[in-house]
């Protein structure tokens, strides 16, 4: 329970983040192309270290999650066209995909779900503003846990 509710409060936060991102309207679409970029970071408690890859979001990490130790574990850059989706696995033999649906009115609509054999365990829709960074805190493994970074621009 405490999970979804972690999981909730920072998606809403970081949607109003993104919201206050907007640099452009646009006009609904589902063509194209958008240039997607997924990070999952390890977040834990143990010693005080930020991946040097993550430092365009470590504001928005320290403000929104609670964690000393910040590092990349995976994470996938590309050039997509609508309804494609990007997979990335996890550690445990989790698959994560994201998939850009439509743009419309300066955000992205994304869907994305995180599969565990042949079972998905976690499935969400997402807006992301044109340009901007959502963070999603999710799965524990371990002591630590897992917080996805997805960035997205359309071409």
Not at 31 to 37: E, L, Q, T, Y
Not at 39 to 52: L, M, Q
Request: aromatic share 6%.
């Amino acid at each position: 329970m405490k999970r979804k509710v972690c999981i909730l409060i920072a998606v809403g936060l970081a949607l109003q983040l993104g919201m206050m991102t907007l640099v452009r309207h646009g006009q609904a679409q589902s063509r194209g192309k958008v240039h997607i970029w997924v990070r999952a970071v390890a977040a834990s408690n143990a010693g005080k270290h930020t991946d040097p890859r993550l430092q365009d979001i470590r504001r928005k990490l320290d403000t929104l999650f609670r964690y000393t130790s910040y590092s990349v574990i995976s994470e996938v850059k590309r050039t997509i066209i609508f309804g494609k989706g990007v997979r990335m696995s996890l550690r445990t033999g989790r698959k994560l995909t994201v998939t850009p649906r439509a743009f419309e009115k300066g955000m992205i609509r994304m869907d994305m779900k995180i599969v565990e054999g042949n079972r998905v365990t976690f499935k969400t829709n997402l807006r992301l503003a044109n340009g901007g960074t959502l963070l999603i805190g999710g799965p524990r493994q371990g002591k630590e846990v897992i917080i996805f970074a997805i960035t997205a621009r359309v071409q």
